[in-house]
């Protein structure tokens, strides 16, 4: 039988070394942008310092120009980087000398009316709930079609048949009835994930969704028309 094995005096000396030289050198570059979690590692539920906090212009300009070639916006680099002083330093927004009034203006706005969204906003909150709305009564109406198109297309999955007769193939017709209800989801497993990519590349993002609004128009009218499972 193996004894226990026990760190030497040697070793647990290195490895608190090496933990307190780790510790110093987070310390370190948190000082480095200003940023200091002393409080956060002690208390998890304070809030995070703001990420830019700290960050020479230079070295933030340096950053937001990086990302701009990354991510060819390169046309859009002054707007980029007004938005990084902006996002670094919110509350002082006014002191930031690369604004012009009508954008302070604008910032102003946001600040002290905080529901004066555009209509369009609005508009597309409310097409999105129409949406998530339809899709509910499409899976309600699905939920409730399963009480009786089963018998109606002949493939009750019920122990008796409408007439008291033992429905011998009831086990068979269970598989079926479960397959109808999990098509729409086979299908956008098999088709809609894979496909959404391609279309997008293909079609653009407006023109995807237009593809899908169709289909999802015309596939409730065939179900509601069909004569067979």
């Known amino acids: 039988m193996s004894s226990p094995t026990h760190s030497s005096p040697t070793q647990t000396t290195k490895e608190k070394k ?17 940023n200091d979690y002393t409080l956060q590692k002690e208390n998890v539920d304070a809030v995070l310092r703001n990420p830019l906090h700290g960050i020479p212009r230079e070295a933030l300009f340096a950053k937001v120009d990086k990302f701009a070639a990354e991510k ?12 990084a002083l902006v996002a ?5 927004f006014q002191s930031i000398d690369i604004l012009t009034q009508e954008e302070r203006d604008v910032i102003q706005h946001e600040y002290q009316n905080k529901w004066a969204h555009p ?13 998530a709305a339809t899709q509910g009564w499409d899976q309600t109406g699905s939920n409730g079609a399963n009480l009786s198109f089963p018998t109606e297309f002949g493939i009750s999955d ?12 009831a086990y068979d017709h269970s598989w079926i009835v479960g397959l109808v209800n999990a098509a729409p989801y086979i299908s956008s497993a098999f088709l809609g994930c894979w496909l959404s990519d391609p279309l997008n590349n293909y079609f653009g993002r407006r023109g ?8 999802l128009v015309i596939t409730p009218i065939c179900s509601g028309l069909t004569q067979n499972w």
Do not use: W
């Open 72 to 83: 060819n916006l390169t046309s859009e680099i002054d707007l980029l980087r007004k938005g």
């Open 208 to 215: 995807t969704i237009f593809i899908t609004a169709v289909i």
């Open 158 to 169: 019920s122990a008796l048949l409408p007439d008291g007769s033992v429905n011998t193939k």
């Open 119 to 131: 209509m369009t906003l609005y508009v597309t909150i409310f097409l999105c709930s129409v949406g």
């Open 18 to 34: 090496g933990s307190e030289e780790h510790s110093l050198q987070l310390d370190q570059n948190d000082i480095e942008y200003g």
């Open 88 to 92: 670094q330093n919110p509350a002082d």
